[in-house]
């Protein structure tokens, strides 16, 4: 039976390593945890979110799922947010996309993908709702990156649109909401500019969408 000794040596590797940089590091970290940002981003492996923006554990509560969707039935989701929001206080909630997202390509495609088909119907309405700013762009590829972006605003909104934010908000919590995009070609994020730091800038966030990248 192969039980992975490889990860498990992966592991002591890393652990040895924090622990030369910082001996305490682990005997901080399991007292608690104190993160400024959530963290809400695709399933893909090559998106890994701590190591993008050069974050130890601990600095980051992350939450991800396929397409990086914020979608309110979803007690997982919202579940995370109130725990960030709520309990742990965080200043930042990111939602980080990426181009060339496989969930957001099947989302195009016509043909069928079994269950998922629920969770991408999300998407189908996305770019329904943006289908004329998207046939204004030349080559699928600039349509399937534009739709990333879209996706990643929508999902800012939504976020944005939540009870736990806007309670958060109302009650004079320090709390930005950010729409960020990741490059996998090049390793890079890219802001999209539609921050959200209160309900009046919540409000406003799709009348920006169109133009904000």
């Not at 991800?64 to 914020?70: A, E």
């Amino acid at each position: 039976m192969n039980k992975l000794l490889h990860l498990f040596a992966n592991n002591r590797a890393w652990s040895e390593n924090i622990r030369e940089t910082d001996a305490t590091f682990f005997e901080l970290l399991a007292k608690q945890q104190t993160p400024e940002y959530l963290w809400i981003g695709c399933s893909d492996s090559r998106v890994p979110a701590n190591e993008i923006v050069g974050l130890l554990p601990g600095d980051l509560f992350v939450h991800r799922n396929v397409s990086n969707l914020v979608v309110h039935t979803d007690m997982n989701c919202l579940s995370v947010i109130q725990f960030a929001v709520d309990v742990l206080r965080v200043k930042h909630i990111i939602v980080c996309g990426h181009y060339g997202c496989g969930g957001i390509h099947a989302a195009l495609e016509e043909k069928p993908h079994g269950l998922i088909d629920n969770w991408l119907r999300n998407i189908r309405d996305i770019a329904i709702k943006y289908a004329y700013d998207l046939s204004l762009l030349d080559g699928s590829e600039n349509r399937l990156d534009r739709l990333c972006e879209l996706n990643v605003i929508d999902q800012v909104q939504n976020v944005a649109n939540t009870t736990i934010v806007r309670e958060a908000w109302e009650r004079g919590q320090e709390l930005t909401v950010h729409g960020w995009i990741y490059g996998i070609k090049d390793g890079l994020l890219r802001d999209l500019k539609v921050s959200n730091s209160g309900n009046a800038d919540s409000d406003n966030v799709s009348s920006r969408s169109l133009r904000s990248v």
